[in-house]
């Protein structure tokens, strides 16, 4: 009678015990990502709302390239920092885990930068090929109103315009270092310097 082969072992079954409970670092990690989802939940909704009315072509679109350059580098800060969330210190991570005002804090300053940079392409200081161009919105064009409310009455060129606009936007809140860097070749040039503030600007973004 022929002897039967045998079987071979079955590998032993690991199965996750969820129930598992967490070191404190990992705790604090997950409390503070779970803000983050909310957070970025409701930034997203406002995102979408200021595209649609960007591209409304209705008075309600007035500053809407505006609030898009702000939520658009708040996002950045917020993706920035769920990045750096497992390079962060203890007490860094506890002020976060603890604190909503401090979760909210960096993304904020994102959108300040962004909107900093966004002044920044408006004025000329910072320009060339890679970055986007406006004009006015037709609804203030010949208008006799403020200088500053025209500031944010205003649209970039075209579809490319825009793309590039979101983009070095979200950079902005992604790496603050990015604003900063630029802002520093400013304050490190002469006031009767400027031209060569903003050739350097312009080979430092290039680069």
Not at 1 to 8: D, F, I, Q, S, Y
Not at 133 to 138: I, L, N, Q, S, Y
Request: proline fraction near 4%.
């Amino acid at each position: 009678m022929a002897l039967e082969a045998p079987k071979p072992a079955k590998p032993p079954s690991f199965r996750l015990n969820v129930s598992e409970p967490l070191s404190e670092r990992l705790e604090m990690i997950r409390v503070i990502s779970n803000r983050l989802c909310i957070a970025l939940a409701v930034l997203l909704i406002l995102l979408i709302t200021g595209a649609y009315l960007v591209s409304a072509g209705s008075t309600m679109a007035i500053g809407g390239t505006s609030w898009m350059v702000l939520l658009t580098g708040i996002l950045g800060g917020f993706i920035g920092l769920q990045r750096r969330l497992k390079e962060l210190e203890h007490d860094d991570l506890l002020l976060l885990a603890r604190s909503w005002v401090y979760v909210l804090l960096s993304p904020l300053v994102g959108g300040v930068l962004a909107l900093l940079l966004f002044i920044l392409f408006i004025s000329g200081l910072v320009e060339g090929d890679l970055f986007p161009r406006f004009a006015a919105d037709a609804a203030t064009q010949g208008a006799t109103a403020n200088g500053l409310i025209k500031l944010i009455q205003i649209h970039a060129l075209s579809y490319e315009e825009y793309a590039k606009l979101v983009f070095w936007c979200f950079l902005a809140g992604y790496s603050e270092k990015f604003v900063t860097n630029i802002i520093s070749r400013f304050e490190s040039t002469q006031p009767d310097g400027r031209g060569v503030a903003n050739e350097g600007t312009r080979k430092s973004t290039d680069a």
